[in-house]
């Protein structure tokens, strides 16, 4: 008898980890946590059979086994590539393919660790995609002082104009809040953008400009 398909059922997957077989854990940790920036989680057994090392929400799992690099890469979105490519250049990682603007949307580049695995690691553009022709218009607009100081530096930051720092701004908060979708930041803007609040003084929260008067 025909077997009959039915439907698969609705998935929620938080979390993926990749596994890599390594004939070396204690040395393959190592490697992941002082040369490619990754912190390690944990290790099993004495000597270790198993480890986990994260980069940012990502855990790699690192088993005793024979290494098959030939067969499996891993690909890792994160928030600036640049300025992790320049910190595992400086350990002496091999590199495989240095950064550079993909079509795709990404800018990528490629190492190999210490068993000859396959990782690359790229950050999202934004600018890909045909132009969008728009007609922009003077809007009379008063900021805080504080406020239009931080706006500045952050523009400056994301090497935008101040416009177009306001309008990426602007367009985030019109999308449902959830998955960081409301917010044009990652987590490393968001570091920095608590550095410029330091900086300029900015002691108030963001429902605060429905308290502020003149």
């Known amino acids: 008898m025909p077997v009959t398909a039915t ?23 190592d490697f992941y946590s002082n040369k490619l920036g990754f912190f390690l989680a944990f290790t099993w057994g004495d000597p270790p059979t198993m480890a986990g090392v994260n980069l940012g929400k990502v855990q790699v799992f690192l088993n005793k086994g024979t290494p098959g690099p030939g067969g499996c890469s891993v690909y890792f979105v994160v928030g600036d590539a640049d300025e992790l490519f320049e910190f595992q250049r400086a350990n002496g990682v091999e590199v ?11 800018r ?13 690691f790229g950050h999202h553009l934004y600018n890909v995609g045909p132009p969008v022709r728009i007609e922009r218009v003077d809007v009379p607009v008063r900021l805080e002082k504080r406020l ?13 104009s ?6 990426e701004i602007l367009l985030h908060t019109c999308e449902p809040h959830g998955n960081g979708v409301a917010s044009p930041h990652g987590k490393r803007t968001l570091r920095y953008i608590q550095e410029l609040k330091a900086k300029h ?8 400009s429905y308290r502020f008067v003149e």
């Open 201 to 208: 003084g900015i002691d108030y929260d963001c429902h605060a």
């Open 162 to 167: 101040l416009t177009s720092c306001l309008e």
């Open 7 to 29: 439907a698969a059922p609705p998935v929620e997957c938080e979390q993926q980890h990749p596994s890599l077989a390594v004939s070396d854990v204690s040395a393959a940790a």
């Open 96 to 106: 495989v393919e240095p950064p550079a603007d993909k079509p795709w949307g990404l």
């Open 148 to 160: 239009a100081a931080l706006l500045q530096d952050l523009a400056a930051h994301k090497r935008m």
């Open 108 to 120: 990528e580049y490629t190492v190999r660790d210490l068993y000859g695995y396959a990782l690359t």
